[in-house]
């Protein structure tokens, strides 16, 4: 039997190691997920986090960015460690079970482009990420925020919508506030900012601009290559979303945008790039 834990969070992985609240804990055996169940951290701190894993007889850690100093908490426990990962929890264990995740090490970077496909396909509609289609931002983004809230975990209830009215995501409707951590990069620019100085009880509605949010689309994350180039590529359709990984061996989202019988076009840009966002925003708690 082997025990692999995954920074948790509303099912997606945490991307920040130190930070996490919750694990959750799958047991293998021959290959094959067997059970799984939550391991709340109670606040240890990361600098006892590998000695939490460790006391549960955890094997294997995959998580989103970690530090060199909790690379070597870990490996010094004898865990083995999956960094880089990202997307939905039980995704990326079948993709561990695969061998289609590589450890990217101690490293924080997202960018780059890799050529080798993984077979998790996976749907990234904005309603499944816990706020990951409607507000995550990217790992090792760093804040010049001013506000009370700056550097202080809280607690978050939102509402997401297109200009048009349509919902592409809720913390209301899964009954459960989002937590992280104001100022931290964990969140994309405009949201981050409209928390950072509110009070608790307080609701704002904030409209962000592209910039605000994901960004204007980038031509230079559309690429295109031969489908012989890209292993699995031939069984791919237009439209259908998977996982390539960069040079670090991170996985990535990207999307088939055009195929023919000799090549293939992809898009790596976030599937929210150049939309205008609207958020109704409840701060419940502060840390």
């Known amino acids: 039997m082997k025990k692999i834990a995954v920074t948790y969070e509303n099912g997606q992985v945490f991307q920040h190691f130190g930070r996490t609240e919750t694990f959750k804990i799958y047991e293998v055996l021959d290959g094959k997920v067997t059970g799984s169940k939550l391991l709340e951290s109670n606040g240890v701190g990361h600098g006892s986090l590998a000695g939490l894993l460790a006391e549960n007889q955890v094997d294997v850690l995959i998580c989103g960015g970690l530090g060199g100093g909790a690379m070597s908490a870990l490996e010094s426990q004898g865990i083995e460690i999956c960094a880089g990962a990202q997307g939905d929890t039980d995704t990326a264990v079948e993709a561990f079970l695969?061998?289609?995740?590589t450890n990217a090490g101690a490293n924080c970077d997202h960018h780059g482009e890799g050529h080798s496909c993984g077979d998790h396909e996976e749907g990234h509609s904005c309603g499944e990420h816990g706020c990951g289609g409607g507000c995550h931002g990217g790992c090792g983004a760093h804040s010049t925020l001013e506000g009370r809230n700056v550097g202080k975990t809280v607690k978050t209830h939102y509402r997401g919508t297109f200009n048009d009215g349509t919902q592409f995501d809720s913390s209301y409707d899964r009954g459960e506030p989002l937590e992280f951590v104001c100022g931290a990069g964990m969140m994309i620019p405009?949201?981050?900012?409209?928390?950072?100085?509110?009070?608790?009880?307080?609701?704002i509605d904030v409209h962000l601009m592209p910039e605000e949010a994901y960004g204007m689309p980038d031509p230079q994350v559309i690429f295109t290559m031969e489908i012989a180039e890209l292993a699995g590529a031939e069984d791919?359709?237009?439209?259908?979303?998977?996982?390539l990984t960069n040079p670090y061996g991170q996985p990535f989202p990207v999307k088939v945008t055009a195929k023919d019988d000799t090549n293939i076009t992809l898009d790596a840009n976030h599937e929210m790039a150049g939309k205008?966002?609207?958020?109704?925003i409840e701060l419940v708690e502060v840390q």
Do not use: I
Not at 190 to 203: I, L, R, S, W
């Open 98 to 101: 695969k061998g289609e995740l």
């Open 276 to 280: 205008e966002l609207n958020f109704h």
């Open 190 to 203: 405009g949201f981050d900012a409209a928390v950072a100085d509110m009070e608790v009880g307080q609701e």
């Open 236 to 243: 791919l359709e237009v439209g259908q979303q998977v996982y």
